[in-house]
């Protein structure tokens, strides 16, 4: 099956910085990449996805990118605030049947 | 506010007990799932279903069964909980179709002692 590799683990960045996390995925198939925040305490929340047909996708602070050739995609958050600590999860899923694969998480602390 | 409503926040149960966890969803949503969390693990999944009495082994279904007998409701079975089954669960459910992001409940920190 799929395999979503996810780095860092941890990351802490001071308020107003850029953020950065990646994941990689195996399965070329994959074509829909989900990205979910967890604050304490409260399920993962979809914040932010792309389709395999996009390269780019941006939400105002946050955007995505996805690399097909090299199998990586990422997560952006521009000028960080206290509430965007949490924990992000990114995902893959080859679209048929929605079986998810999730990365293992990474903890971002901002600190003000 | 559509939602994924599961019933407990916190659960502590003894060795060998069988435990339930339910999850509700108020979308129509056809997918149903259940994960469990564990630190550095991420999310594993456990089961799901595609539709009312239709289930599928996840990645992880030793010592589990579910059981879906109405499309808003998909329930996850302890058969006799162990330690190794601490662990936060959490619930999601989406829409059938090309792909869509899931929607989750806020998850059930079960506690076996």
């Known amino acids: 099956g799929e395999n979503v590799e996810q780095h860092p683990s941890t990351l802490s960045v001071q308020e107003g910085d850029s953020a950065v996390i990646k994941c990689t995925y195996s399965?070329?198939?994959?074509?829909?990449f989900p990205w979910y925040k967890q604050e304490l305490g409260k399920g993962p929340q979809l914040i932010i996805d792309?389709?395999?047909?996009?390269g780019e996708k941006k939400d105002q602070r946050i955007a995505v990118t996805l690399n097909k050739t090299a199998k990586h995609f990422s997560l952006h958050i521009t000028e960080t605030q206290p509430e965007d600590s949490a924990v992000y999860f990114c995902a893959a899923s080859m679209g048929t049947g929605n079986q998810f694969y999730f990365g293992t998480g990474t903890s971002l602390t901002v600190i003000p | 506010d559509v939602k994924v409503t599961q019933s407990s926040r916190y659960l502590v149960k003894r060795t060998g007990e069988k435990v339930f966890l339910e999850c509700v969803q108020d979308?129509?949503?056809?997918?149903m799932f259940w994960y469990r969390q564990d630190p550095g693990l991420g999310l594993r999944l456990i089961y799901f279903?595609?539709?009312?009495?239709?289930?599928e082994k996840g990645d992880i279904p030793e010592g589990y069964s579910v059981s879906r007998e109405k499309k808003e409701r998909f329930s996850l079975i302890l058969e006799s909980a162990s330690t190794n089954q601490t662990s936060m669960y959490l619930c999601?459910?989406?829409?059938?179709?090309?792909?869509?992001?899931?929607?989750f409940g806020s998850g059930t920190r079960l506690t076996v002692v």
């Open positions: 792309i389709r395999s047909n996009v």
């Open positions: 999601a459910s989406s829409l059938v179709g090309t792909a869509y992001g899931y929607t």
């Open positions: 279903s595609y539709d009312v009495k239709m289930k």
């Open positions: 979308m129509d949503h056809e997918n």
């Open positions: 399965d070329s198939a994959s074509n829909y």
